[in-house]
């Protein structure tokens, strides 16, 4: 199928997902502001912090809030648009995921066009307002160049997103029970990124730059923007690891749909 056959039904079926879930209004607004206000309570704890230590192992406050926000801000993109990943195992172990391979659109695409997070949106919003706030509050050149290098590394960082969403939640091909908790785990190890991966251990260094390159949405991308003498080039690498995550993540989805035996009923 050709991407532009994929684009468009990527479209319709969103659509279709998007008039659903404005019908109840209030469970948007709800679901939009109880992500902004976790958001802004996290960045208020970051100036608490800085407002006593100004300088962090070298990284200043603005600098950190990058960082925090990129990790919202690629979630948030990822719950939005791509939350079906996160409803791929209730389809295996409701049996729902049937429907989707007699039709003749890849599964994949279905799968991402499962749902729509709306709390995405709050992410979305405050996060794009913190690392604007945190370029225009720190002393960066930009350059038309710069400007360009900043647009592919963050959209290095939502394909590395979501493909580590996909492959993490792929799990349920293998775990079949509800209380799969495999998928919030990996989640959840995002939370490192949110910090200068400096503050960890080699170990935990290279885990979240290699086996879930989490560190390659924030703080890659933060190490060539503020210019951190030390990791100059680094960034280079995530082109390739936003290519690697998504080969693996379709891959590890591709094996498990392999594996996949309905419910039996």
Partial sequence: MKMSQMLYLYKRLYVQQLKAILEYNKDFYILMCSAALTQILGFVFLWVIYDRIPDINGWKFWEVTFMYAMIFLTEGIGSLFFEGTWRLGRLVNMGELDRYLLRPVPVVLQVFCTGIGINGLG???????????????????????????????????????????????????????????????????????????????????????????????????????????????????????????????YGIFRYGLSKYESTGN
Wanted: hydrophobic share 60%; aromatic share 14%; net charge positive.
């Fill in 123 to 249: 992410n979305l919003l405050i996060g794009g307002v913190i690392v604007w706030q945190s370029l225009v509050h720190s002393p960066v050149h930009w350059t038309l160049g710069k400007a360009a290098i900043l647009i592919l590394l963050f959209l290095t960082a939502v394909i590395i997103r979501v493909s580590i969403n996909l492959a993490g939640n792929s799990a349920a091909f293998w775990i079949r029970n509800a209380g799969n908790a495999f998928p919030l785990m990996v989640h959840n190890l995002s939370d490192l990124a949110k910090y200068p991966i400096t503050l960890f251990p080699q170990a935990i260094r290279i885990f979240i730059s290699t086996v879930l390159p989490y560190a390659f949405i924030s703080f890659y991308p933060a190490t060539y923007i503020f210019g951190k003498s030390g990791w100059s080039g680094w960034w280079l690498l995530a082109p390739v690891a936003a290519i690697g995550s998504a080969a693996a993540a």
